[in-house]
């Protein structure tokens, strides 16, 4: 045989002119739908909100060769992921690669995320495959996986999750165990190393390795679907074997993000636990849970105006509207059916066994088969995403994962195959009933496919991808304007940054700006600024006691805590910062510049530090700039729940004894201040007890409004030190409701600093 017909030969069995359609396919469609002919790629695609927390993981590792710890923010000390412990450490390996060919922060990210539609296709595709649906079909099918409303709702912000590409990899291997086969099998080879390392066993380990590394959450989604799937093929096989394979499979995956987030933890036994950076409430796993209506109808961005006009009034009408959570048209109607397969379908049907016939009836009821079992993992996917539903039950007992509809683009993979294979049986029977010749069969299938592709496109991709035009302009100006102070402030300069907004997923006090506080860092390299350090450790909330002094003291403390500058994000505050500028100024004298766009303003404080230096010996101001920089803390936690995003002063309970925590994490005993308004539940008149870490306490009486101002002195030792509250009226069965606001921590040897 020529070379000429054995490539022919090849290509005609291969499955690799299909996975390059797939992704030839996906990068056209999705060049379109982002509308890329208007963007740039060295401008971010996004420059909003958490987009912006993601671009600071990128640049981060770009820099400084990993996530974790960054010393351009959170200053003095610096950014600690460590205390946002998650298991996503295969993007930041990807930005890695990526950055291999460009170091500059916007291309590897707009990369990366161009990157992970086509490979969510291509995985999509191998998953299609797997459970038998035509390959032209798997292929419009795919793309459509990989252009379904969540990748577009996510986009740069949530850029880890809309990176979903691992997720069919996950759902094939459950398909392969519901069929009852094994997963740890080797590949047939004279050599037995090669033939388990190519073999599906080896494939198994590598996916959901990779499944764990992508994502906390699909990965936990992975083992809750994988623990059902073992389940049921135990109860229908009767067959342990099969499901100590499936158990493996399982360890494989806890063992991976267990090895992910290692560092995390190891820091949290060093450093002791943070429970204010990653903070859930038990309730937010109904807050962000989805709802069937949700998944049936139309999402948010559709091109078809009366179709979004109608999600819109369903979001703004009806309660919890989540993370507007979508599947689609094709989609949706895949959930029909497979809804209506679990309506008659029992548990205990009879798989097909191996020596049945492979002709037509036998392969038509091979994809009933497959449609029941995605259907099955559809309903236990659903009964833990919905409101109310099973992940209520597991908030019990952790409140880490709260984002429950998330799950959607999983049943959305699920979905399509149950679309995809109902359409094939539909039209198997259309060829067989009007008995159309193989190429006229091969035709049609490639016209509906074609078809399928061409109204799920038109109906799951935004009418609008983005403001490109406007994200230019903005990003620009920024870039001119840190560029412009980098060059004016010598190299390792720290910046005191106002308003405080904690870090991460905080808003500032006008609800309108998010992750702004990070702009900074990503135009500048030789600069350090105040914002970004993970909120509940002193060493990251000290800029909020600064921040609330007024302006002479807030000037004097920015100062002495090392700062050579003032930046003003002006858009945070309703009145555009003019308040606070005027009072700065009112110090400092006029900023010494602004943003073109007025976004902007900074005071230099060289000429403040100058004076202290010559007032104070160096020894003094390293001193003052410790206790400014690291001082005691309060945390509202164990007891009270924020009120407020933005207020870390304010908070809420409703049981007897109540307790916030005093924060010293440094060695010494430190003489504090603690103030605080407690608000009681009951009439004026009512009277509580608030006991101190020191032994001391006070018996306080609220007044007419219920409220009473507290404030005692005391030594605060090291480590985690609780205030507790208890209402002379309160009962575990009646709990009552109290209020703390304005809590304040003052040192004594800061408030010497400045006069006390």
């Given at each position: 045989?020529?070379?000429?017909?054995?490539?022919?030969?090849?290509?005609?069995?291969?499955?690799?002119?299909?996975?390059?359609?797939?992704?030839?396919?996906?990068?056209?469609?999705?060049?379109?739908?982002?509308?890329?002919?208007?963007?740039?790629?060295?401008?971010?695609?996004?420059?909003?909100?958490?987009?912006?927390?993601?671009?600071?993981?990128?640049?981060?590792?770009?820099?400084?060769?990993?996530?974790?710890?960054?010393?351009?923010?959170?200053?003095?000390?610096?950014?600690?992921?460590?205390?946002?412990?998650?298991?996503?450490?295969?993007?930041?390996?990807?930005?890695?690669?990526?950055?291999?060919?460009?170091?500059?922060?916007?291309?590897?990210?707009?990369?990366?995320?161009?990157?992970?539609?086509?490979?969510?296709?291509?995985?999509?595709?191998?998953?299609?495959?797997?459970?038998?649906?035509?390959?032209?079909?798997?292929?419009?099918?795919?793309?459509?996986?990989?252009?379904?409303?969540?990748?577009?709702?996510?986009?740069?912000?949530?850029?880890?999750?809309?990176?979903?590409?691992?997720?069919?990899?996950?759902?094939?291997?459950?398909?392969?165990?519901?069929?009852?086969?094994?997963?740890?099998?080797?590949?047939?080879?004279?050599?037995?190393?090669?033939?388990?390392?190519?073999?599906?066993?080896?494939?198994?380990?590598?996916?959901?390795?990779?499944?764990?590394?992508?994502?906390?959450?699909?990965?936990?989604?992975?083992?809750?679907?994988?623990?059902?799937?073992?389940?049921?093929?135990?109860?229908?096989?009767?067959?342990?074997?099969?499901?100590?394979?499936?158990?493996g499979i399982g360890v494989v995956t806890v063992v991976v993000m267990l090895i992910?987030?290692?560092?995390?933890?190891?820091?949290?036994?060093?450093?002791?636990?943070?429970?204010?950076?990653?903070?859930?409430?038990?309730?937010?796993?109904?807050?962000?849970?989805?709802?069937?209506?949700?998944?049936?109808?139309?999402?948010?961005?559709?091109?078809?105006?009366?179709?979004?006009?109608?999600?819109?009034?369903?979001?703004?009408?009806?309660?919890?509207?989540?993370?507007?959570?979508?599947?689609?048209?094709?989609?949706?109607?895949?959930?029909?059916?497979?809804?209506?397969?679990?309506?008659?379908?029992?548990?205990?049907?009879?798989?097909?066994?191996?020596?049945?016939?492979?002709?037509?009836?036998?392969?038509?009821?091979?994809?009933?088969?497959?449609?029941?079992?995605?259907?099955?993992?559809?309903?236990?996917?659903?009964?833990?995403?919905?409101?109310?539903?099973?992940?209520?039950?597991?908030?019990f007992f952790t409140t880490a994962l709260r984002g429950w509809n998330r799950m959607?683009?999983?049943?959305?993979?699920?979905?399509?195959?149950?679309?995809?294979?109902?359409?094939?049986?539909?039209?198997?029977?259309?060829?067989?009933?009007?008995?159309?010749?193989?190429?006229?069969?091969?035709?049609?299938?490639?016209?509906?496919?074609?078809?399928?592709?061409?109204?799920?496109?038109?109906?799951?991709?935004?009418?609008?991808?983005?403001?490109?035009?406007?994200?230019?302009?903005?990003?620009?100006?920024?870039?001119?304007?840190?560029?412009?102070?980098?060059?004016?402030?010598?190299?390792?300069?720290?910046?005191?940054?106002?308003?405080?907004?904690?870090?991460?997923?905080?808003?500032?006090?006008?609800?309108?700006?998010?992750?702004?506080?990070?702009?900074?860092?990503?135009?500048?390299?030789?600069?350090?600024?105040?914002?970004?350090?993970?909120?509940?450790?002193?060493?990251?909330?000290?800029?909020?006691?600064?921040?609330?002094?007024?302006?002479?003291?807030?000037?004097?403390?920015?100062?002495?805590?090392?700062?050579?500058?003032?930046?003003?994000?002006?858009?945070?505050?309703?009145?555009?910062?003019?308040?606070?500028?005027?009072?700065?100024?009112?110090?400092?004298?006029?900023?010494?510049?602004?943003?073109?766009?007025?976004?902007?303003?900074?005071?230099?404080?060289?000429?403040?530090?100058?004076?202290?230096?010559?007032?104070?010996?160096?020894?003094?101001?390293?001193?003052i700039e410790a206790r400014v920089t690291d001082p005691v803390d309060l945390s509202?936690?164990?007891?009270?729940?924020?009120?407020?995003?933005?207020?870390?002063?304010?908070?809420?309970?409703?049981?007897?004894?109540?307790?916030?925590?005093?924060?010293?994490?440094?060695?010494?005993?430190?003489?504090?201040?603690?103030?605080?308004?407690?608000?009681?539940?009951?009439?004026?008149?009512?009277?509580?007890?608030?006991?101190?870490?020191?032994?001391?306490?006070?018996?306080?009486?609220?007044?007419?409004?219920?409220?009473?101002?507290?404030?005692?002195?005391?030594?605060?030792?090291?480590?985690?030190?609780?205030?507790?509250?208890?209402?002379?009226?309160?009962?575990?069965?009646?709990?009552?409701?109290?209020?703390?606001?304005?809590?304040?921590?003052?040192?004594?040897?800061?408030?010497?600093?400045?006069?006390?």
């Amino acid at each position: 045989m020529s070379r000429q017909n054995t490539v022919r030969a090849w290509l005609s069995k291969s499955a690799v002119p299909w996975y390059l359609l797939t992704a030839g396919v996906t990068a056209f469609f999705t060049y379109f739908a982002l509308d890329l002919n208007r963007a740039k790629l060295g401008v971010p695609w996004l420059y909003t909100g958490d987009a912006l927390a993601t671009a600071d993981h990128f640049k981060t590792t770009l820099e400084q060769g990993w996530y974790e710890h960054n010393p351009n923010l959170g200053a003095p000390w610096g950014q600690n992921y460590n205390d946002f412990p998650v298991a996503d450490n295969l993007h930041m390996i990807a930005a890695k690669v990526l950055g291999l060919f460009s170091g500059h922060w916007p291309v590897v990210l707009n990369m990366y995320y161009f990157l992970g539609f086509i490979l969510a296709a291509l995985a999509a595709y191998w998953f299609f495959r797997v459970c038998r649906i035509w390959p032209p079909l798997s292929v419009a099918l795919s793309v459509l996986y990989a252009l379904a409303p969540y990748h577009f709702i996510r986009g740069e912000s949530h850029l880890f999750l809309a990176s979903y590409y691992c997720v069919p990899l996950g759902l094939g291997l459950l398909v392969f165990l519901l069929r009852g086969e094994s997963l740890w099998t080797a590949r047939p080879s004279r050599y037995r190393i090669l033939g388990i390392l190519t073999g599906r066993g080896a494939f198994a380990v590598v996916a959901v390795a990779l499944l764990a590394t992508s994502s906390t959450y699909y990965g936990v989604f992975f083992i809750i679907l994988l623990v059902f799937t073992a389940a049921f093929v135990l109860v229908r096989d009767r067959n342990w074997r099969r499901f100590a394979g499936a158990a493996g499979i399982g360890v494989v995956t806890v063992v991976v993000m267990l090895i992910n987030m290692a560092p995390d933890v190891i820091f949290g036994w060093v450093n002791g636990p943070n429970p204010g950076g990653f903070f859930r409430n038990a309730d937010d796993s109904e807050v962000y849970a989805l709802k069937l209506s949700q998944l049936l109808l139309p999402w948010a961005g559709n091109r078809i105006t009366a179709l979004s006009d109608l999600r819109a009034f369903y979001d703004r009408t009806f309660p919890l509207p989540s993370e507007q959570p979508a599947l689609g048209l094709i989609g949706a109607l895949g959930l029909v059916i497979a809804l209506l397969v679990v309506a008659y379908m029992v548990v205990a049907h009879r798989r097909r066994t191996a020596d049945e016939p492979t002709g037509p009836a036998a392969i038509a009821a091979g994809h009933v088969e497959t449609i029941r079992y995605v259907s099955l993992l559809t309903l236990v996917a659903f009964l833990f995403s919905t409101i109310g539903g099973l992940s209520t039950l597991i908030s019990f007992f952790t409140t880490a994962l709260r984002g429950w509809n998330r799950m959607s683009i999983v049943i959305a993979a699920l979905c399509l195959v149950a679309f995809g294979l109902a359409l094939q049986l539909l039209l198997t029977w259309a060829f067989r009933k009007l008995k159309f010749p193989k190429i006229v069969a091969f035709v049609t299938v490639g016209v509906v496919s074609v078809g399928v592709l061409g109204v799920g496109y038109y109906d799951q991709t935004p009418a609008v991808a983005s403001d490109y035009p406007g994200i230019t302009a903005s990003y620009t100006a920024d870039e001119a304007f840190f560029s412009a102070l980098q060059q004016e402030l010598p190299a390792g300069s720290d910046v005191f940054q106002l308003p405080y907004i904690p870090f991460p997923e905080n808003l500032a006090s006008n609800g309108l700006v998010t992750s702004d506080e990070i702009i900074p860092f990503l135009h500048t390299t030789t600069l350090n600024w105040s914002a970004g350090g993970i909120k509940g450790r002193p060493q990251s909330d000290w800029p909020y006691a600064v921040s609330e002094q007024p302006g002479p003291q807030l000037v004097k403390l920015a100062a002495a805590s090392g700062m050579s500058g003032i930046l003003i994000d002006t858009w945070a505050f309703d009145d555009k910062g003019a308040a606070l500028s005027a009072e700065l100024s009112a110090t400092l004298g006029a900023p010494e510049s602004t943003s073109s766009d007025g976004h902007w303003q900074f005071f230099d404080l060289r000429a403040e530090r100058e004076a202290l230096a010559a007032q104070y010996t160096p020894d003094q101001l390293a001193e003052i700039e410790a206790r400014v920089t690291d001082p005691v803390d309060l945390s509202l936690l164990p007891g009270f729940r924020p009120t407020s995003n933005s207020d870390l002063t304010a908070g809420e309970a409703d049981t007897v004894s109540p307790r916030f925590t005093l924060l010293n994490d440094r060695p010494d005993a430190r003489a504090v201040t603690v103030s605080f308004m407690l608000t009681l539940p009951t009439a004026p008149g009512a009277t509580a007890v608030v006991t101190f870490p020191d032994g001391s306490s006070q018996s306080v009486v609220a007044g007419p409004d219920g409220a009473v101002d507290v404030t005692q002195s005391l030594t605060v030792q090291p480590g985690d030190q609780p205030v507790e509250v208890t209402v002379a009226a309160g009962s575990a069965a009646a709990p009552p409701v109290v209020r703390l606001s304005e809590l304040r921590v003052r040192e004594t040897a800061v408030g010497a600093l400045l006069g006390d």
